[in-house]
């Protein structure tokens, strides 16, 4: 048969239990909305960069169907060049923006579930050690 003094810590540690499962519960939900937050923002970014891509290209290429004999080609030369290169430098910057939201994500999740982790700690570690101590 169980004291009743064993009852009774079953009972707060249960208690304690529980509270730090809504906790982690509460935790995981907000870091999923900082995660679909982050989310959106890439797809943002993406998309921003496919309709100023598609843009460019656009007026390219209508340039280049006006294009009629062997010097108008040549003069394409030029403008093709200089469209890959803004493609390419446009795709580094929005690739280091992209890693820049990931990161700030990253570490606002982090920073969740470190306090969560902390917290545990102090409900169950420290009462824990203290009895030991004892």
Do not use: C, W, Y
């Not at 309709?51 to 007026?59: F, G, Q």
């Not at 093709?80 to 690739?95: K, N, Q, V």
């Amino acid at each position: 048969m169980v004291s009743v003094e064993g009852k009774a810590m079953f009972e707060q540690f249960n208690t304690k239990l529980i509270e730090a499962s809504k906790q982690f519960a509460d935790a995981s939900f907000k870091a999923h909305g900082l995660a679909m937050e982050g989310f959106e923002k890439v797809v943002g970014i993406q998309i921003a960069a496919l309709e100023e891509r598609v843009n460019a290209n656009a007026v390219f290429f209508g340039k280049a169907t006006e294009a009629r004999g062997l010097e108008a080609a040549k003069s394409l030369l030029p403008e093709s060049i200089a469209l890959t290169r803004e493609a390419t430098e446009a795709t580094i910057a929005r690739s280091q923006e992209v890693i820049g939201v990931v990161t700030k994500t990253n570490e606002a999740i982090t920073a969740l579930f470190k306090g969560q982790i902390e917290a545990a700690n102090e409900a169950f570690v420290k009462p824990a050690a203290k009895k030991a101590a004892k």
